[in-house]
C-alpha cells in the first residue's frame, strides 16, 4: 500500500505574471531552488522527476534535467493538458514506495503569455481540435466547436437543466475564490469582485462569462515527494496518505460529473455511497467530514461545483444549494482553495491548489490560515485526488 | 501552420462523412447487439471483438444542451458569431453534436427542443456538416 510510505517535504514556486520573454526553464528553475531551499535539501539528494507538462507549453524532462543540473534515475513525464496533477505526484509516491527513487522533484512549468488560447491557430494545440473521435475536450473544430470553454458550457447547461437550478447561483465559486486570492500575496487577481461585477461580466460562451473562466498564463510550480522514513521535523512534512489517479472510461469528461449525461455517458451519476467511498479516502480511511480543508480543480468555476458532489461533500444535483452562504469560504463548513484556485490565484493547472494544501497543513497560511487544519483533499471531477495530512 | 476547419476522414469514419455527403446520417452498431455507437471504433466498444455495421438511423431527437459562441476562436467560423453547439439524443440513444445556426433567432433550437439534423455545407467549399433545426408541428 501506498498510504502515508511517502511526505511532501518542500515546494516551491516562480512568480505568476505573464512575461512572454521569461523562459519556461528559468520559471523552472526557481521553482526547483525555492522547493529545495524548503526541504533542506540539496539538488543532488534529489534522484527522481516527475513532469507534467512538456514542450512546447512548457519543458520537457531530458532539457529540465540537464537545464537545472538534476541526474535522476527515475523520470517520467505526462501530456501537456491540465487532468495530471495528483496523476504526477502518485507517479513519485509509487517510484518512492517501490524502490525506485528516495526523492522525487515533481515540476509543473508552463507558459501560455505567448500562446494564443487553445482553439486558436496560433496555438500549438489547434490541431486538437480534429483528433481522431473528438478533440481533449469534446472539441469538433469542423463544426465550429473550439475551445475548452465550450465542453464546460455544454455541460452547465445539461446540469442546470437536470436540476432545475439557477445558474447564477454559480456565482458563489468565483466570489469566494476572489475574496481568497484577496489574502494571498501572489495571487494574480487580488482586486475585488462583486456580483455585479460577475452578472455584468462579457460572455465567453454561453452560459460561461469571463470571470468564469481561469487566468491564462505563465508560472512553475515544484513538489519534493520524499520517502517518509527519510524526512526530518524541520522539513514540516505532510503525508501522502491516500491516493488517486485520473480515471477514463465513457463515463467521464473533462469537463462534467461522472455520468453525468455528456457525450456517451449514460447518466447514471455516482451514488452517496460511491462517492463517500471514493478510493482515495478509502486508503488513507478517511471520510469526507474528515477533511479540514480542500483544494478543488477550476480551470472553470462549475467544475468545482462537479467536484463537491463527486467526492460527497453534497448529493448529486445539490451543490448549487451547498456552496451558498459561506460553506466553502475561510471560516465555513469545507473552506476550499484558500488561495483563490486557478480563477483567481493562477492558473498552474490546479498545482497552486496543492501548494496550498501543504502551506495550509503546515500551519503556514497566515491570514487565510483554516484553524486546526489536519487533513486536506486534493480533489478534481477526473476523479484524481490526493489526501494529504500533517505529521 | 495553416488554419483548417476540416475533419480527418480515414477508414474508421468514412462512412460517417459518405453518408453525410448524400444528406443521410450512417452510424456504426454491435452487429451482436445491435446497438447504434459513437464514436466510431473498429470492433464493438460493448462486446470482446464484436464486430460492426454501418447502417442508417434516424436524423431526428431533442437537444440535451447547447453552448452559444459570443466570441471567435477559429477565424473560419468567425462571420457566423454569434453560432450554438447542440448536444443532440439522437433517437437511436446515440448522442451527437451539431452546428446550430443563428442560435437568437425565433424558432432556433434551443435545450430541449426536438430537432433533426440535416447536412449543411456552412463554410464555403467546405463539406456538408451535420446542424441541428427544429422541428415545427
Known amino acids: 500500500m501506498l498510504s502515508g510510505k511517502t511526505a511532501i517535504v518542500g515546494v516551491g514556486a516562480s512568480s505568476f505574471e505573464r512575461n512572454p520573454d521569461r523562459s519556461v526553464l528559468t520559471m523552472a528553475s526557481h521553482a526547483l531552488s525555492h522547493a529545495l531551499t524548503d526541504a533542506g535539501l540539496e539538488r543532488g539528494a534529489i534522484d527522481g522527476l516527475c513532469v507534467q507538462i512538456g514542450s512546447p507549453r512548457g519543458a520537457?524532462?531530458?532539457?529540465?534535467?540537464?537545464?537545472?543540473?538534476?541526474?535522476?534515475?527515475?523520470?517520467?513525464?505526462?501530456?501537456?493538458?491540465?487532468?495530471?496533477t495528483a496523476t504526477v505526484l502518485t507517479h513519485a509516491a509509487m517510484a518512492i514506495a517501490s524502490g525506485l527513487a528516495t526523492r522525487v522533484a515533481c515540476i509543473l512549468a508552463m507558459k501560455n503569455s505567448d500562446l494564443g488560447r487553445i482553439g486558436e491557430a496560433n496555438n500549438p494545440f489547434f490541431f486538437e481540435?480534429?483528433?481522431?473521435?473528438?478533440?481533449?475536450h469534446g472539441e469538433e473544430g469542423h463544426i465550429g466547436m473550439a475551445s475548452p470553454v465550450a465542453g464546460a458550457a455544454m455541460v452547465l447547461d445539461l446540469y442546470c437543466r437536470t436540476y432545475g437550478k439557477d445558474r447564477e447561483l454559480l456565482s458563489a465559486i468565483p466570489l469566494t475564490f476572489r475574496a481568497h486570492a484577496r489574502m494571498t500575496p501572489d495571487a494574480v487577481a487580488r482586486n475585488p469582485m462583486t456580483m455585479d461585477d460577475y452578472l455584468g461580466c462579457r460572455p465567453i460562451i454561453d452560459p460561461i462569462r469571463?470571470?468564469?473562466?481561469?487566468?491564462?498564463?505563465?508560472?512553475?510550480?515544484?513538489?519534493?515527494?520524499?520517502?517518509?522514513?527519510?524526512?526530518n521535523p524541520t522539513q514540516r512534512p505532510v503525508r501522502i496518505t491516500g491516493a488517486q489517479g485520473v480515471r477514463a472510461s465513457r463515463e467521464s469528461f473533462i469537463f462534467g460529473p461522472y455520468g453525468m449525461g455528456v457525450g456517451q455517458q449514460s447518466g447514471k451519476r455516482l451514488t452517496p455511497a460511491e462517492t463517500r467511498g471514493h478510493s482515495a479516502y478509502r486508503m488513507a480511511g478517511v471520510t469526507p467530514g474528515s477533511i479540514d480543508v480542500l483544494g478543488v480543480y477550476d480551470s472553470f468555476s462549475p467544475l468545482a461545483l462537479y467536484t463537491f458532489e463527486d467526492f460527497g461533500f453534497c448529493d448529486a444535483g445539490d451543490g448549487l444549494d451547498w456552496i451558498q452562504n459561506g460553506r466553502i469560504a475561510l471560516g465555513g463548513d469545507m473552506p476550499t482553495n484558500l488561495n483563490g484556485g486557478q480563477l483567481s490565484h493562477a492558473q498552474l493547472n490546479g498545482w497552486g491548489q496543492v501548494r496550498e494544501l501543504v502551506t495550509q497543513l503546515r500551519g503556514?497560511?497566515?491570514?487565510?490560515?483554516?484553524?486546526?487544519?489536519?487533513?486536506?483533499l486534493w480533489a478534481t471531477i477526473g476523479g484524481d485526488a490526493l489526501v494529504m495530512e500533517r505529521d | 501552420m495553416p488554419e483548417t476547419a476540416e475533419p480527418i476522414i480515414n477508414d474508421l469514419n468514412r462512412p460517417f462523412w459518405d453518408a453525410a455527403a448524400e444528406g443521410q446520417l450512417m452510424l456504426p452498431?454491435?452487429?451482436?447487439?445491435?446497438?447504434?455507437?459513437?464514436?466510431?471504433?473498429?470492433?464493438?466498444?460493448?462486446?470482446?471483438?464484436?464486430?460492426?455495421?454501418?447502417?442508417?438511423?434516424?436524423?431526428?431527437?431533442?437537444?440535451?444542451?447547447?453552448?452559444?459562441?459570443?466570441?471567435?476562436?477559429?477565424?473560419?467560423?468567425?462571420?457566423?458569431?454569434?453560432?450554438g453547439i447542440a448536444m443532440v439524443h439522437l433517437d437511436c440513444g446515440v448522442r451527437l453534436q451539431a452546428h446550430v445556426p443563428a442560435p437568437d433567432m425565433p424558432g432556433s433550437p434551443v435545450t430541449g427542443s426536438r430537432v433533426t439534423i440535416r447536412f449543411d455545407v456552412l463554410l464555403p467549399g467546405g463539406r456538408a456538416l451535420p446542424v441541428a433545426h427544429a422541428i415545427t408541428d
Open chain 1, 364 to 376: 503556514e497560511a497566515g491570514e487565510r490560515q483554516v484553524a486546526n487544519a489536519r487533513t486536506g
Open chain 2, 29 to 83: 452498431h454491435c452487429a451482436d447487439t445491435g446497438v447504434a455507437f459513437w464514436p466510431p471504433a473498429p470492433l464493438s466498444p460493448f462486446l470482446d471483438g464484436g464486430s460492426v455495421v454501418w447502417r442508417p438511423v434516424a436524423a431526428e431527437g431533442y437537444v440535451m444542451a447547447r453552448a452559444v459562441y459570443r466570441r471567435a476562436f477559429q477565424q473560419a467560423f468567425a462571420h457566423l458569431l454569434p453560432y
Open chain 1, 60 to 84: 520537457d524532462y531530458d532539457t529540465l534535467a540537464v537545464t537545472l543540473g538534476l541526474d535522476v534515475r527515475y523520470a517520467s513525464q505526462t501530456w501537456p493538458h491540465g487532468r495530471f
Open chain 1, 129 to 136: 481540435q480534429f483528433r481522431e473521435n473528438g478533440g481533449p
Open chain 1, 210 to 231: 469571463l470571470f468564469d473562466c481561469s487566468l491564462v498564463g505563465d508560472g512553475a510550480i515544484c513538489v519534493i515527494v520524499s520517502a517518509a522514513d527519510l524526512t
